[in-house]
């Protein structure tokens, strides 16, 4: 079974936590990874950096350009996580806009994926419509995980539609926004969670932008099987050493 | 071979709707709305009204005499640069405005690189009384004040985008940062034939009023509705797409389309998509666009800041990779010159994204009987200081 359908059956609530390869420094990746696992996280979201992140609000912007001038690339990112999984067991899903897997060659990006022990993809630029006409069999012949996301505007329809195409779990956008954008969850949210869960889909739900610190993390989980933090921890290991993580997981659980 | 899109909204294997969820619903509604609104006969009579009585369309079809005599054809200049707000891109920003009011938006937002889309989108907005956010690249703002200060008289806010090289591509990601932070009341008014479908169809559509009237002028002054070519400057390529349209079946009609040279294709400083581009993904649609190896965007170069895009329509990509359109580079030096040229002999004091399709002579001969069309998509007037600039004026 994929790590992340392990992870999902476990019983509790998820943290996941993203953050940018090659930032803040090149060779910082592998690090990070392995202290995040130490730290406590369930599941971690490794962005591979592109010049045009449209999703993105300024902190992932920032950190995605830092990265790529570093001298991040694709083949970089799977040179760095070449030995990964003889020290990491926790599940590892890679992030990325579609250009750049798609000039690595889609097939040729799963085949390293799968090599690596990469369990998952999240790719915010590949609909879902395309993906399930055109890449879903490479994925499955690889083994590998593809997440889509759901907003509060997308029609119920949609989210059964997406829902059946998922085969990990479904990344539920927090509100309408890029990454990074609010602090508090309103009424809105909270009402939208509760929407969602009502649905009783088959996939778990993680919800991520803007989940910044407990009070957000805890909401987020009320409803749904866990969180991702992305733009907090970017802030957090721009300015705290790696050895630090801890005390960053430490505030939100 | 089909040029027109095809229901999935791709032109061959060029197009589509590469887009992330948030933006999902307001690019479906559109997708499921844009055709049955503009066949509303309500929605064409005040489209039409408004080209004709606030545009000033039709642009004339100009013989331009002395011009042929120099390159021995028959050459007519299709007159945009006489469009109100100096270009062609009134045409489709009447249009989205219009469409705008009919989905319900109440608010209107845009991307620019020189400013023109800007004006026509600001200008419309005027006109209709609706909330108008124009992105620029802040690095756009310091060269193109003077349209900078249009977009303001005309009551729109310019937010400077930051990001990234802080050019045309970083205002147009900033705008879709907006849109889908704006999910429910906005419209992206998106100002070429670019962007996820059906942005390059709706915009091809409301730009074809260009083809449709050289049928019937060429018709009263040549007694034929097909000319042997129609040649325009290509950026993301939305007056070419319109120059072309009703042409784009008929194999008589040779298709020319003249890209940026910038310094020279291999300079480093060029915006040549088709010479340099590869297939990729870039502001939502699967096009030819100028990349790394990585599949990084990078940034173009061209003197003309409308030109200055690394992608090229999706359209266009498919007119390129099928052989159906003739394609040319124009450098900087060559474009300037015959933008001095067209001024000295015919009295018209062309864009510089024009003057590169003016430039077509350079790479290609006529015959003496051949009709010759080129878009003459927008005036000089934005580009006075880059005239003045190079030729010491």
């Given amino acids: ?253 | 071979m089909s040029y027109n899109i095809n229901n999935k909204g791709y032109y061959g294997e060029f197009g589509g709707a590469y887009i992330p969820e948030m933006l999902y619903p307001n690019v479906e509604e559109l997708r499921q709305n844009y055709l049955k609104v503009m066949a509303e006969p309500e929605f064409q009579n005040e489209f039409q009204q408004l080209l004709k009585d606030y545009v000033g369309r039709p642009s004339p079809l100009y013989f331009a005499e002395r011009l042929s005599e120099e390159y021995g054809a028959k050459i007519y200049l299709k007159r945009e640069d006489l469009n109100h707000t100096g270009a062609h891109k009134i045409n489709n920003t009447i249009g989205q405005i219009l469409m705008a009011q009919r989905l319900g938006k109440n608010r209107i937002i845009a991307e620019t690189g020189a400013g023109q889309h800007g004006v026509a989108t600001a200008t419309v907005c005027a006109l209709m009384g609706i909330e108008c956010v124009v992105y620029m690249g802040e690095i756009d703002i310091a060269r193109q004040a003077p349209n900078v200060a249009r977009m303001k008289m005309l009551g729109a806010e310019v937010r400077p985008a930051l990001s990234g090289s802080r050019t045309l591509k970083d205002a147009t990601n900033e705008a879709i940062r907006d849109w889908i932070n704006n999910p429910v009341d906005t419209h992206y008014i998106i100002g070429s034939a670019i962007g996820p479908h059906p942005y390059p169809d709706m915009v091809t559509r409301f730009q074809s009023i260009i083809s449709e009237e050289i049928k019937w002028q060429l018709k009263e002054k040549e007694g034929r509705e097909n000319p042997d070519y129609v040649i325009a400057c290509i950026g993301g390529g939305s007056n070419a797409a319109g120059a072309y349209y009703h042409f784009l079946d008929n194999p008589d009609v040779g298709i020319v389309a003249i890209e940026a040279a910038g310094k020279g294709i291999n300079s480093g400083e060029s915006a040549a998509t088709s010479v340099l581009g590869k297939e990729g993904i870039i502001h939502g649609c699967k096009t030819l666009l100028m990349q790394t190896d990585d599949g990084q965007i990078t940034e173009p170069y061209s003197i003309s800041a409308g030109l200055d895009y690394p992608g090229v329509g999706p359209l266009h990509a498919h007119l390129y990779r099928s052989g159906r359109g003739e394609f040319y580079s124009i450098t900087d030096d060559d474009a300037m010159k015959a933008g001095l040229e067209l001024s000295k002999t015919e009295g018209i004091i062309p864009a510089i994204e024009s003057a590169h399709a003016l430039a077509v002579f350079k790479h290609k001969t006529f015959k003496e009987n051949d009709v010759v069309v080129i878009n003459l998509s927008g005036r000089g007037d934005k580009d006075l200081n880059t005239y003045i600039d190079y030729f010491n004026l």
């Fill in chain 1, 1 to 253: 079974m994929n790590r992340i359908n392990q992870k999902l059956e476990e019983d509790k609530k998820l943290l996941s936590i993203y953050f940018t390869a090659g930032y803040p420094q090149l060779e910082d990746t592998v690090p990070i990874i392995e202290k995040l696992q130490e730290s406590g996280v369930d599941l971690l979201e490794i962005g591979l950096p592109f010049s045009d992140p449209l999703a993105d609000g300024p902190t992932i912007q920032k950190s995605s350009t830092q990265a790529l001038k570093n001298g991040m690339t694709t083949e970089k990112l799977f040179e760095q996580l070449k030995n990964i999984r003889k020290t990491v067991h926790i599940p590892l899903i890679i992030m990325g806009y579609f250009n750049p897997i798609l000039q690595y060659g889609v097939e040729n990006f799963c085949k390293k994926c799968s090599e690596i022990g990469v369990d998952g993809l999240i790719i915010p630029d590949l609909p879902a419509d395309v993906f399930h006409d055109e890449y879903k069999a490479i994925f499955e012949k690889y083994g590998l995980i593809n997440v889509f996301l759901i907003t509060p505007q997308t029609s119920e329809e949609r989210v059964r539609f997406i829902d059946k195409v998922s085969n990990g779990f479904i990344y539920m956008v927090s509100s309408a926004s890029v990454t990074g954008a609010k602090n508090t969850f309103g009424d809105i949210q909270t009402d939208y969670f509760k929407r969602i869960a009502h649905m009783n889909l088959n996939a778990p739900q993680i919800v991520g932008f803007g989940i910044s610190n407990k009070e957000t993390f805890n909401s987020a989980t009320q409803h749904a099987k866990g969180a991702i933090i992305g733009s907090a921890f970017i802030k957090f290991i721009k300015e705290h050493p790696i050895e630090d993580i801890d005390v960053f997981v430490k505030t939100i659980r």
